[in-house]
């Protein structure tokens, strides 16, 4: 008999649990939906981790972490998603990975979701930031490798966004990548290269009349020149 009542009450005390944890769902749920209508970020991002709390969903944890990394908060990304490599990852779960593992500099880890995101779909902004990155490696063949593809791939239509100025601008993409082919040019001999790094750097004002920091370079190494020439 003292079996039975303990049976029943466990079985009571299981409905009472699970009819509790959908009301929490579904009022999450109408929580988060409110937050977005608000575009409260901090509220959609507190709704998400409860949702995920009572009821663990990995589409659900990506797009967390997506949020986090938008606020500028890397790190809470990753902790939200990690950082190991996963076959079984999300386009947008790698995406997180390689970008806020390059925003808080860890260069080494970030290559790695780069490398597995351009192997998933190849483009030119990813190529782009595989170079540059490789570049400040030191891995000059890999980064030429990048930036040919990029050249080959880049229309008219794409550009890159660039922000050492106050007023930030744009270059057609193939222009950032001949940029880039300068740098890989003078990394490969800072002493010999400097006049053939100069004509890549002109080649790219060629193609952006207001590319800013292809002016910076070559400014940089005519002075560089000069200098050693006197």
Partial sequence: MKNIITTIALLIS???????????????????KQMQSQSDIQGVINALTHLNILSPNQARTDTLATLYMNEGRHVEALNTIGI???EADSDLAVQVKAFSLKAINDIDQSLIHYEELFKRKPNPFIAYELAEMKIRKGDLLGATRNITFGI??????IVR???ETQQPYSVPMKAAFIYLKGLV?????????IDETIG?????????????MAKI??????????TKAE
Avoid: C, W
């Fill in 200 to 212: 890549i750097m002109e080649e790219a004002l060629a193609v952006a009349p207001n590319f800013n």
């Fill in 84 to 86: 190991e490599k996963n």
């Fill in 152 to 157: 080959a791939n880049s229309n008219g239509d």
């Fill in 185 to 193: 040019k003078i990394n490969e001999d800072r002493e010999n290269n």
């Fill in 217 to 226: 370079s070559i400014d940089a190494l005519t002075a560089q020149k000069n």
């Fill in 14 to 32: 299981i409905s009472a649990f699970s009819q509790s944890n959908q009301e929490l769902l579904s009022h999450y749920q109408k929580y988060y």
């Fill in 161 to 163: 966004n660039y922000y």
